[in-house]
């Protein structure tokens, strides 16, 4: 038996099928939604939401209340967009070149945006609904952002839920995890500088490439040796540049890291590794290391009550069959975890499908799957109503 709420929703589709594809027809930036922003702060203060705009640029807060309750409870969806050139060839397909939906966060909106009107117009819950729009999930972090220009204080929240698409996961299928669920990403640059030289008389220079080369091989340890076997941790040296010239050995190389864990000791203890490898290696080499860790996303933490009340809250709508209780964790990662590091709440998944724009996010091809509008707009508003109550 399909759930009614399922079916209530279904009737809102097609206005927000019309509203995804008019985000994903215009997207924008991160810290530059502007035009996002404000045709949906426009709708939710028709719909009777106090909305509060400019929280880290162009973030929205939007509040309801309702009846006696005390409780408040925070929604975020994304609104960012990717420097990613649209190869779907679909009929609305970007029209701003070279920037593109490619995370589907026009879907995380629409469907945040359909449950809004249902929750203004039916909802039935007791207490304060806040919708958190985020800007600038991919780069260089909105949440942060937000929560610096006072989100937590201004807008408390008991509690605060996201929900992120997934290809290869049937559609409307949702997975929920316990804990850490998306890992946490560092990115470090790395300069040696040695005393460039004549290719034929390397004894006469410091080469830089031979030490670059050799840091990338010992950096392979850090994870093999170091990390213990039953934890997760990535070291990925992505970029590696030196030199113009096979017969000159330049003056510098440059090597970019990124650096993933699921733990926060993990972090630590690749941060310390990785310094004292690299330090060492060049010394060895006679090279000069400038090393810049920059601590990026934390390590996202799903808390154990929350995500047992979102899980609950699924099977309720979908049946067991569709709801997947303890998914694996990811090792990409999503700024989100910063809000998790200020309210208790739960990340949860919501499959894509294997069918058109199965593809994975941040691919080209890449489309977010609309039949995902009403299941996911559903979830929310079941959510509310059995979170807000008397
Ligand atoms: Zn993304
Ligand atoms: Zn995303």
């Known amino acids: 038996m399909v759930h009614p709420l399922l079916e209530t929703m279904r009737a809102y589709t097609d206005e927000f099928v019309e509203l995804r594809r008019d985000?994903?027809?215009?997207?924008?930036?991160?810290?530059?939604?502007?035009?996002?922003?404000?045709?949906?702060?426009?709708?939710l203060g028709a719909w009777g939401y106090e909305v509060h705009c400019g929280l880290a640029k162009t973030g929205v807060v939007a509040t309801l209340r309702r009846g006696a309750g005390t409780r408040c409870l925070g929604l975020r969806a994304d609104l960012d967009a990717l420097p990613i050139r649209e190869a779907t060839g679909l009929p609305w397909q970007s029209r701003h070149e070279g920037i593109m939906h490619a995370c589907g966060h026009d879907g995380h909106t629409a469907m945040l945006m359909a449950a809004a009107r249902y929750l203004a117009e039916r909802g039935e819950f007791s207490g304060t609904l806040r919708l958190v729009f985020q800007p600038a999930e991919e780069h260089p972090g909105g949440a942060k952002i937000m929560i610096e220009d006072g989100l937590f204080e201004r807008f408390p929240c008991d509690a605060i839920f996201a929900m992120h698409n997934m290809p290869g996961i049937p559609q409307g299928h949702l997975v929920f995890r316990e804990g850490a669920m998306m890992a946490s990403s560092d990115d470090v640059t790395i300069v040696l500088t040695g005393r460039g030289g004549h290719g034929a008389m390397p004894h006469r220079a410091t080469d830089p490439v031979v030490a670059a080369a050799s840091i990338v091989m010992a950096l392979q340890t850090v994870v093999s040796r170091n990390v213990d076997p039953q934890q997760t941790a990535v070291v990925t040296a992505g970029e590696l540049s030196a030199g113009r010239a096979n017969n000159v050995i330049p003056d510098s190389a440059r090597?970019?890291?990124?650096?993933?864990?699921?733990?926060?000791?993990?972090?630590?203890?690749?941060?310390?590794?990785?310094?004292?490898?690299?330090d060492f290696q060049a010394q060895s080499f006679g090279v000069q290391a400038q090393i810049q860790y920059k601590r990026d996303y934390p390590v996202l933490v799903n808390a154990v009550a929350e995500t047992t009340f979102a899980r609950e809250v699924a099977i309720e709508l979908l049946g067991e069959q569709a709801v997947t209780c303890d998914g694996g964790a990811l090792t990409g990662s999503e700024d989100f975890a910063v809000m998790l590091e200020?309210?208790?709440?739960?990340?949860?998944?919501?499959?894509?499908?294997?069918?058109?724009?199965?593809?994975?996010?941040?691919?080209?091809?890449?489309?977010?799957n609309d039949d995902n509008i009403a299941i996911g707009s559903a979830y929310w508003a079941l959510l509310v109503e059995r979170y807000l109550h008397d």
């Open 342 to 368: 200020h309210c208790p709440g739960s990340y949860l998944l919501i499959g894509n499908g294997a069918g058109d724009g199965g593809c994975m996010v941040h691919n080209p091809s890449y489309d977010f």
């Open 255 to 278: 090597l970019e890291l990124s650096v993933r864990a699921l733990d926060r000791n993990v972090r630590d203890l690749l941060e310390a590794r990785i310094r004292a490898l690299v």
């Open 23 to 43: 985000i994903h027809r215009h997207p924008e930036l991160g810290l530059e939604e502007t035009r996002t922003s404000s045709l949906i702060a426009q709708r």
